[in-house]
């Protein structure tokens, strides 16, 4: 397995009803690309952080979980220097998510690898620009991605970020107990903060 090999299983996914691949676009695909390169080569901290699915104003548009377009252009953490010239930006969204967790790592020198239980972007029925929870089988699909990253990177530590995350990582785990981080949306920026300076960087 190598990155290559991961980003052309993620890119055969065919859409579904109800759910987008934005890999399919060969741009979102090298955003996906350049980021997990450099982050494996320079900035890896050795934790994968396992969250719930892509939202449809961030990484369904960049490609790169919890960012979003915003993110690109104001270039929180030095990683975003690095990769600008190679970066496709997309329609520009905001996301606070997204805000939250970076504001939180802009002054983080080594960073964790984030990824999705499930890697596609689920929408309602018909509506392309809402984001719905993942199914169980969506969740069950998402864990061979996650098996895959856990083989390139091969994390001391995983977390998920979110329950959805800490579902999909103890079917993978079923004997281990799975640590969790509060997800920063719905007022839960407090409680992120908490948990990433406890389990991760040790504050």
């Excluded at 990769?83 to 805000?99: M, N, Q, R, V």
């Excluded at 002054?107 to 984001?131: A, C, G, Q, T, V």
Aim: hydrophobic share 35%; net charge positive; proline share 5%.
């Amino acid at each position: 397995m190598n990155i290559e090999i991961f980003l052309n299983k993620l890119q055969k996914r065919a859409n579904k009803s109800g759910t987008n691949n934005p890999y399919k676009n060969e741009k979102v695909l090298n955003n996906l690309r350049v980021y997990l390169n450099i982050l494996k080569e320079q900035y890896y901290n050795g934790v994968m952080l396992v969250a719930e699915a892509p939202g449809y104003s961030g990484c369904n548009i960049t490609g790169i979980p919890f960012t979003t377009v915003k993110i690109l252009n104001e270039k929180p953490h030095e990683i975003f220097n690095k990769l600008d010239d190679e970066l496709f930006k997309g329609e520009l969204f905001s996301d606070i998510s997204g805000a939250v967790i970076w504001d939180y790592l802009k002054d983080k020198e080594k960073l964790p690898l984030f990824w999705n239980s499930f890697p596609f972007h689920p929408y309602k029925r018909y509506k392309k620009f809402s984001n719905r929870k993942p199914t169980e089988s969506e969740l069950k699909e998402g864990i061979g991605y996650i098996d895959d990253l856990i083989e390139l990177f091969n994390p001391s530590q995983i977390l998920s970020l979110g329950r959805y995350g800490q579902i999909s990582l103890q079917k993978i785990y079923p004997d281990q107990k799975i640590e969790y981080i509060r997800h920063p949306s719905y007022g839960g920026k407090k409680d992120f903060i908490e948990g990433m300076d406890r389990f991760i960087y040790n504050v």
